[in-house]
């Protein structure tokens, strides 16, 4: 199959991810991605060991550690009182209990490192302002256009072109898209801006009757990132780029502890951002054309999964690429493997959100209750050990 041409739709951090695994491996890749340059305004994410190992496993340790950040550890923080509680093992113990480490990036750098492995490989694997609009298969090949009019011809499609996928609406429909009533902020601060020192060196989710806060560090610890989920169903855009105003931000966590008012103060451009909830599809592959990603189970950010599961699928859909001789017989193995896993972190991350916001946090008392029973040592581990000793470079394909 090394003769195989895969065409990508979409040069996300799934897209990349997919790409850089194929090239690995002896394959050709075209990355069509719609925009005039891979870049990404400032956002943070979080990598979970599953997603590590992964990026390991593609020859990306030192880069990613020259960029990362390695948090100490995770707290649960109360909106008011600030009370502090463990959350999940990060920095030593993560490698301990899960073999890779929990790191926090900026997605404009992990882009980077990404797109640069590839460029090494192959410079003209990734072509910009080639935005996808017609898939058609035609016995062995697929054949794809592009808004300029221009087509490709490939043996097989792989579309990894995030929440509002043409390429998914093409091959199985419409997904209904259902408002949460809920608003995320975003946010980068300049550590050297904020005088709480625990915020350089810890990740944090604030927790509140409606609304929570994730803080954590990215680029080396030079920049703090912020998001804010809050219940408000006035604003219903889907878009990384929809700037807000931090005067907004400020008033949607009115009352909240001095360390989540300070942090919102001192962001440059806050983002605001309405989140959606779909449904995961099952099958998402139909002959030689499949997704991944946001594409095929775009997931609510409340586990900080739907990047980590992006790269999974990645490099899963490369090694069963690897391991079949017919095409289309992998891309269905791809599916199989990862359709299940896709689907429980949509429904888990869904049922974060009543952990996140709830009435018990009212008062410092049931506070105190509530948070140990959703966040003792057990329950921790019955919620995030599946999702982070996953092992996307050994899995069965
Ligand atoms: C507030 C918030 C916080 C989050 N935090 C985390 C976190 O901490 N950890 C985590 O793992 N996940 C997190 N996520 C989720 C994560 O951002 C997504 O799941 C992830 O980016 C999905 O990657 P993807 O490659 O599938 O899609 P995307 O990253 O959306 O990439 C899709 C790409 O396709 C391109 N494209 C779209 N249409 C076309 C077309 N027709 N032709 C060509 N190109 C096209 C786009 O321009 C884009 O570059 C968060 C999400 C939100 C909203």
Redesign the pocket.
Known sequence: MSDTMFLI?????????AALALLKRGFKVRV????PQ?KEVG??????PN?TRVLFHLGLRDALFACCYEVRRKEIRVWDSGDRYQFVSTGASAVNKYGAPYV?VH?ADLLNLLLDAIRRIDPDAVQVG????RIRQADAEVHVT??DGSTLKGSAFVG????????RRQLFGDTPAEFTGGV?W?GLVPAGKVSSEFSRTVGTTWIGLDGHV?TYPVRRGELINV?G?IERDDWRIES?TEPGEKSEFLQDFAGWHPDVIELISNIDQPFK?A?FLRKPLLVWTAGRCTL????CH????YL????????E?GLVLARCIEAYEDVETALKRYEQVRAERGAAIVHGSAANLARFHNPRLANPETARDYVMEEWNPQTIADRYDWIYSYDAVNTAV
């Open positions: 739709a979409g040069g996300g951090l799934g897209g990349l991810s069509l991605e719609q925009a891979i956002a943070g994410i979080q990598l979970g997603g926090t997605r080639a935005k996808v609009e592009l808004a990894a072109d995030g929440l509002h996928s043409i390429t995320a975003r994730v998001v989920h990384w951002w989140l991944l990603g946001d594409a775009p997931t609510l950010p900080a999964q739907g990047a980590n599961m992006a790269i699928d």
